[in-house]
């Protein structure tokens, strides 16, 4: 049976009771955590979002047999005065660990039935069960750390844009495809039957036509869809911290960011980090770390070696750069002492990453080289490959050769897995970087036709915009990437401003004038009308929450995630719907 609350009032939370309370009659409210009956004497702890603290029933009958009755996560109140702890009950691991209350009245203000797991600190039940479970998974301490972090995250960021003169505002969510490469999501229209709209992948065209309406500065904390195939850490739904800034350059909007990233983590106790971030350019993150997000937390970078076989009799080496191929080395600093087994299985790890071959060189105590190829490439060339890598006596060499991007595909894989195992990817250090002058456009070899690589309104860097037209492959875009300890955290560019460029833009994207205006035309119409030079970015918030808050998946810090399978296990969505429901939208299932 439930009591009732009344006119209670807590007192104090369960995480707020100290020494200098003692004494003092407290009310706390909370959830039972654990019961120990000792008979005679029962201990049980209360819970709530702000800590635990230890309860004591004893001496009188009727509360004996209340709290007799207490099961975790039970909701209670707890009236009594506030006592020391006698030493051996001491929890110097609890900010309330010297104290306990004596409970002079405890009523249960709820029962709970047996829960399917045990709210604690560490819990080995599988992720299905937490998710279906998620109000009792959030109660847990790992969740309301996360949870609390991703408030004041967001809190900051709020604070940030509001003193720098920006405007939170909202775009709608019911609205027209957004082009961010991903499916829409798609609701169909009751009012306009067969008409439907799409959530938004991003508010890319809405924050563009704020800086058109003078705007001049926007943010918004922004929920975006994209129904993209399964991937294991992405969401269906996820959330953004959109910008864009008018009359903004590249430069100014690093350093917003750069900024605020400085402020988000000084306020959240990570210390002060480094700024301004490194700038890397795209084709160098590609053929230094094989990668465009690149974790640099690790020093190592492959290096381009093909000079030491070009006149060398190691042919099929020689062939290779003959034929606008590479040879390219990844020194691992200290890797020479590695075993001839610790060889094997690199090479090995290699093959598991479809590689034709790997090959390995270094410096033997003898001060003579050894290398996997040092027959038939000979001591010169092998000699010459280390010493281009720029290995020391002590290093090792890992040597791919083929297409450049695919050999540094290959060892910038292999550099990562090597420095996590070495510890060379240190959880406290955070390293960002700038990854910059990416290709405007992808080939899509299977549609035959370029696509954007971030969307249609980012602008080529003005130098080559005259290769537009001869050379749509080899133009840059003035986007940019904000890699975080090697994950995008973030990713923006400057925007076409000017209609012409615009119309261009679609014409190499294949997008006839019909469907530009079919698609787009409300925008282009209003490029037309005095459009400012624009730029912004969006920042990824669950990953950077995940990454402050040393989580490795985003579910951990989303209240409410789906799975990896896009499902939500909780609510059982998504879900069949009501065959009158689907008259109304004049559809039907055949699922
Ligand atoms: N709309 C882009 C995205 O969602 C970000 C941007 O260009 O500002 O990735």
Redesign the pocket.
């Known amino acids: 049976m439930s009591e009732q609350l009344k006119d209670l009032v807590r007192t104090h939370t369960c995480g707020a009771i100290r020494e200098a309370d003692v004494g003092k009659p407290v009310v706390l409210l909370g959830w039972v955590h654990r019961v120990r009956d000792l008979g005679a004497l029962i201990f049980f702890d209360v819970r709530d979002r702000y800590g635990v603290t230890q309860v004591v029933a004893r001496d009188d009958s009727d509360l004996l047999a209340t709290a007799k009755r207490l099961r975790p996560e039970f909701v209670v109140a707890v009236i009594g005065p506030v006592e020391m702890r006698s030493a051996e009950t001491v929890n110097p691991k609890l900010a309330t660990g010297t104290v306990e209350i004596a409970a002079g009245e405890i009523r249960v203000l709820n029962e709970a039935v047996r829960p399917p797991f045990q709210i604690a600190e560490e819990t080995s039940v599988s992720e299905d069960l937490r998710l279906r479970y998620r109000y009792l998974d959030l109660r847990g301490p790992r969740m309301q750390r996360n949870i609390q972090l991703r408030h004041r995250v967001t809190n900051v960021i709020r604070r940030f844009f509001d003193t720098h003169d920006f405007l939170e505002i909202e775009t709608p969510i019911l609205t027209k495809s957004t082009p961010?490469g991903a499916r829409d999501y798609l609701v169909p229209s009751r009012v306009h039957a067969g008409q439907f709209f799409a959530l938004p992948?991003?508010?890319?065209i809405f924050?563009q036509l704020l800086m058109i309406a003078g705007m001049d500065r926007y943010f918004q904390i922004v929920r975006?869809f994209r129904d993209e195939d399964l991937r294991a850490d992405r969401q269906p739904e996820f959330t953004?911290v959109?910008?864009?800034v008018s009359f903004a350059s590249q430069d100014q909007i690093f350093e917003l960011i750069e900024r605020l990233m400085h402020e988000l983590f000084a306020a959240v106790g990570l210390g002060s980090i480094e700024i301004p971030f490194r700038r890397l350019d795209y084709s160098e993150a590609l053929a230094r770390y094989g990668s465009d997000k690149p974790d640099l937390r690790c020093d190592l970078a492959v290096e381009d070696i093909s000079k030491a076989f070009v006149d060398s009799n190691f042919k099929v080496f020689r062939q290779v750069v003959e034929t606008g191929g590479a040879i390219r080395a990844l020194p691992i600093s200290g890797g020479g002492t590695a075993s001839r087994r610790e060889l094997d299985d690199l090479v090995a790890r290699a093959g598991e990453l479809g590689a034709a071959g790997l090959v390995w060189a270094r410096y033997g105590p003898d001060g003579k080289v050894q290398s996997s190829v040092l027959k038939v490439a000979g001591e010169a060339a092998v000699r010459s490959a280390l010493e281009l890598a720029g290995a020391g006596k002590e290093d090792l060499i890992l040597i791919a050769a083929g297409d450049g991007l695919v050999a540094s595909k290959l060892l910038g894989q292999l550099r990562l897995e090597i420095a996590q195992k070495r510890g060379w990817l240190d959880p406290n250090r955070f390293v960002f970087t700038w990854v910059v002058n990416f290709p405007l456009l992808e080939w899509d070899e299977a549609s035959r036709r370029y696509t954007a690589m971030?969307?249609p309104f980012?602008s080529p860097i003005d130098t080559d915009l005259e290769r537009l037209s001869s050379e749509p492959g080899a133009v840059r875009a003035k986007a940019y990437d904000l890699v975080l300890n090697g994950s995008e955290i973030g990713?923006?560019?400057i925007r076409i401003h000017d209609q012409a460029v615009q119309r261009r833009m679609f014409e190499l994207l294949n997008i006839g004038p019909e469907e530009a205006k079919s698609r787009f035309g409300f925008f282009l119409d209003a490029l037309e009308h005095g459009t400012p030079p624009h730029g912004?970015?969006?920042l990824g918030l669950d990953r950077i929450i995940a990454l402050l808050a040393g989580e490795t998946s985003i579910r951990d810090v989303i209240a409410f995630p789906k799975t990896a399978t896009a499902v939500d296990l909780m609510a059982g969505a998504p879900a069949d719907v009501d065959s009158k429901q689907l008259r109304e939208l004049k559809l039907r299932s055949n699922g």
Do not use: L, R, W
Not at 201 to 204: E, F, K, N, T, V
């Open positions: 961010e992948q991003s508010p890319q924050k975006c953004q959109d910008v864009e971030h969307h980012t990713g923006g560019s912004g970015i969006a």
